[in-house]
């Protein structure tokens, strides 16, 4: 029962998250830092799309690098 | 607009998810019999309707911020993914990928895996199909889902994934060949875009953040994600050593 939770879990991890969890984390304190400019009145719609592109170059040369 | 974009991503993420599951199809069928294969293929679509079945309701009911965020979230992580392989292959670190060589492979274990029939069916080949088709239509189910119930149309994104599994699967009857020509890793970079654009867009709205001039900022950010895109790829294939498929 646990081993079939475990496989159920670390395949919607996988499925998800993928190889680079470092990105999703990257993501999680992106949105975080929306939120809270946001919450505070002012403009947030301009950091995520940066923040996603600084996400990514930095994921692609954890890939090239590994 | 948004409208279009939905049809068109649940179309194109359909339609690459199909080809894929098509390969896997057709070397079980080949390798270890039709019937076989296409009942793995019934198998795995009655269990991908039943999730459909199952959250597509239970989606609806929740508050649209809190799901613009939640789904927001997980495209955005889902999305990059698709566009870290998908610049990976662009930039020539990464191996393109090749429906005839998969299919080769495939075929080349289904063909050498020993037979055990269950209930008139062969085990193997049925599990082949099931595994391909289940794996590969969870992707779809996954974007059909999420963008439906954040648009408020799950039938409209489910109209669009339906022409694809129509087309790709009618096409896939007529040539009993993988779909090798089709432009599989340049449609991949497009859902990778437009995956990543829609958890931008819902995943700022659902924290509470307001694009200037609300939905017309959508194909601004597509423009942005297209265009870093496109700088990333240019800027990773200077330092490219070839890889082989």
């Known amino acids: ?66 | 607009m948004t409208a279009g974009f939905l049809v068109l991503s649940a179309f194109l993420a359909s339609a690459v998810e199909m080809v894929e599951a098509l390969t896997i199809v057709l070397a079980s069928g080949v390798a270890r019999g039709w019937r076989s294969s296409l009942t793995g293929v019934g198998a795995a679509v009655v269990v991908l309707a039943a999730v459909v079945a199952a959250l597509g309701p239970a989606l609806t009911v929740i508050p649209i911020d809190a799901l613009r965020l939640v789904v927001g979230s997980l495209l955005l992580v889902f999305g990059l993914q698709w566009l870290r392989k998908a610049i990976l292959r662009a930039s020539g670190h990464k191996a393109l990928h090749d429906e005839d060589a998969i299919f080769a492979t495939e075929l080349a274990d289904a063909r050498s895996a020993a037979r055990r029939e269950r209930a008139g069916v062969d085990w193997y080949g049925f599990v082949l199909s099931f595994k391909g088709v289940l794996l590969e239509g969870l992707e779809v189910v996954f974007i059909v889902l999420t963008f439906g119930s954040t648009q408020g149309s799950i039938p409209l994104a489910t109209l669009g994934a339906g022409v694809a599994v129509v087309l790709v699967a009618g096409i896939g009857v007529a040539v009993r060949a993988p779909l090798a020509r089709v432009p599989e890793n340049t449609m991949k970079f497009a859902v990778g875009v437009m995956l990543t654009t829609f958890g931008i867009f819902w995943a700022t709205e659902g924290v509470g953040g307001h694009w200037p001039g609300s939905d017309a900022s959508l194909p601004v950010v597509l423009v942005f994600v297209i265009a870093a895109s496109a700088a990333l790829v240019a800027l990773l294939r200077r330092r490219a050593v070839p890889v082989a498929a």
């Open chain 1, 1 to 66: 029962m646990k081993k079939s939770i475990v496989a159920f879990g670390r395949f919607w991890w996988d499925f998800v998250v993928g190889d680079d969890w470092l990105a999703a984390v990257g993501v999680a304190i992106a949105i975080g830092a929306t939120a809270a400019l946001a919450a505070g009145g002012i403009a947030a719609w301009w950091l995520l799309p940066l923040a996603v592109v600084l996400v990514l170059y930095v994921s692609l040369r954890r890939a090239i690098a590994a």
